[in-house]
């Protein structure tokens, strides 16, 4: 019988945090196969716009969420020119997402301006390739959306700049890759109104506004729904008191071979357990389950579960806002 792979993203996040288009908690199978590249901004604005380095963090997350063996992920930073270009590989197995890491890890150095248009046509140049001719196809942009050209770039104008801005729209549209744009806005100065016109020229349904990294589990789990079938479904939010929390969650699926449980918040929880459908402990062992902390999210991963009801519990600090 064939396995299927299904997540569900818990979502932790604090009072301030804010974003346009979230899905609160998402459970489902999927057979999908996806490849995607990040381009992401990585000019000296960002220091101002992305001082928690959500677009990094985005790459990490994703690939977390992502099935093994059916998902292609490449990357590009730029800032007034190509700063690093990595056209999307295979993540086959957990060495692959592991070294997916740790490379976005040695890439946070901000460089130069912002020519957007470069980057976009550059970014849908990697995936209009042969290699890329298969399988559902799509770009992830993270930036302010603000191009700004000065005279010590390279010859480049801002003529330059929007000539390839539309050439690049034009060939994802032609080609069927929308673009989905993630504004980064922790200093409210996002162009909102650029990053639209990117998303919807590309149809791509929506453009998201952040300025928080507890955004991102919702942010590209709607993305990742959308090319993959997976359902979606809020499953409860409160705030935290200092004590355990259970949050029930149903495999509904008897052929769901992994399903991953992410939470997402602005410090890591003081204690995570899960619970099997007898009510029994599982061990975080790497056979049975697994968890790993990042930055802004922890993952729980668990394989071959068993169909019927589990329980997720998690003791945050009281006053944690939790929104699973």
């Given at each position: 019988?064939?396995k299927?792979?299904?997540?569900?993203?818990v979502?932790?996040?604090?009072?301030?945090?804010?974003?346009?288009?979230?899905?609160?908690?998402?459970?489902?199978?999927?057979?999908?196969?996806?490849?995607?590249?990040?381009?992401?901004?990585?000019?000296r604005?960002?220091?101002?716009?992305?001082?928690?380095?959500?677009?990094?963090?985005?790459?990490?997350l994703?690939?977390?969420l992502c099935?093994?063996?059916?998902?292609?992920?490449g990357?590009v930073?730029?800032?007034?020119?190509?700063?690093?270009?990595?056209?999307?590989?295979?993540?086959?197995?957990?060495?692959?997402?592991?070294?997916?890491?740790?490379?976005?890890?040695?890439?946070?150095?901000?460089?130069?301006?912002?020519?957007?248009?470069?980057?976009?046509?550059?970014?849908?140049?990697?995936?209009?390739?042969?290699?890329?001719?298969?399988?559902g196809?799509?770009?992830?942009?993270?930036?302010d959306?603000?191009?700004?050209?000065?005279?010590?770039?390279a010859?480049?104008?801002?003529?330059?700049?929007?000539?390839?801005?539309?050439?690049?729209?034009?060939?994802?549209?032609?080609?069927?890759?929308?673009?989905?744009?993630?504004?980064?806005?922790?200093?409210?100065?996002?162009d909102?109104?650029?990053?639209?016109?990117?998303?919807?020229?590309?149809?791509?349904d929506?453009?998201?506004?952040?300025?928080?990294?507890?955004?991102?589990?919702?942010?590209?789990s709607?993305?990742?729904v959308?090319?993959?079938?997976?359902?979606?479904?809020?499953?409860?939010?409160?705030?935290?008191?200092?004590?355990?929390?259970?949050?029930?969650?149903?495999?509904?699926?008897?052929?769901?071979?992994?399903?991953?449980?992410?939470?997402?918040?602005?410090?890591?929880?003081?204690?995570?357990?899960?619970?099997?459908?007898?009510?029994?402990?599982?061990?975080?062992?790497?056979?049975?389950?697994?968890?790993?902390?990042?930055?802004?999210?922890?993952?729980?991963?668990?394989?071959?579960?068993?169909?019927?009801?589990?329980?997720?519990?998690v003791?945050a600090?009281?006053?944690?806002?939790?929104?699973?």
């Amino acid at each position: 019988m064939k396995k299927f792979f299904a997540f569900l993203l818990v979502l932790i996040i604090t009072a301030s945090a804010s974003f346009g288009v979230v899905t609160a908690g998402a459970v489902g199978a999927t057979t999908g196969e996806v490849d995607v590249v990040f381009l992401v901004d990585s000019s000296r604005s960002m220091a101002k716009s992305d001082p928690d380095l959500i677009r990094l963090e985005a790459i990490k997350l994703f690939s977390d969420l992502c099935s093994l063996g059916s998902t292609k992920i490449g990357f590009v930073l730029f800032g007034s020119e190509i700063i690093y270009s990595q056209a999307p590989e295979p993540i086959n197995t957990e060495d692959d997402r592991t070294a997916l890491k740790k490379k976005v890890d040695e890439l946070g150095e901000l460089k130069g301006t912002t020519d957007i248009g470069m980057a976009v046509l550059h970014a849908v140049d990697l995936l209009t390739s042969d290699d890329y001719s298969g399988n559902g196809k799509f770009i992830v942009f993270l930036s302010d959306g603000k191009t700004v050209i000065t005279d010590n770039d390279a010859g480049r104008t801002l003529d330059d700049s929007r000539s390839d801005l539309t050439e690049g729209i034009v060939n994802a549209r032609n080609a069927g890759i929308p673009i989905y744009t993630i504004g980064l806005n922790a200093n409210g100065d996002v162009d909102e109104a650029e990053l639209q016109n990117i998303s919807s020229s590309t149809y791509a349904d929506s453009t998201y506004m952040t300025d928080s990294p507890q955004a991102l589990s919702g942010i590209l789990s709607d993305i990742y729904v959308r090319h993959t079938g997976a359902e979606t479904a809020g499953l409860d939010d409160y705030t935290a008191d200092g004590e355990f929390r259970d949050t029930p969650f149903e495999i509904k699926d008897a052929t769901v071979a992994e399903a991953n449980i992410v939470i997402m918040h602005s410090a890591l929880p003081n204690d995570v357990k899960l619970y099997d459908t007898e009510g029994a402990e599982v061990a975080f062992d790497g056979t049975s389950a697994d968890i790993s902390w990042n930055t802004g999210y922890t993952l729980v991963k668990v394989y071959e579960p068993k169909q019927g009801s589990w329980k997720l519990s998690v003791k945050a600090p009281e006053g944690t806002a939790i929104d699973i």
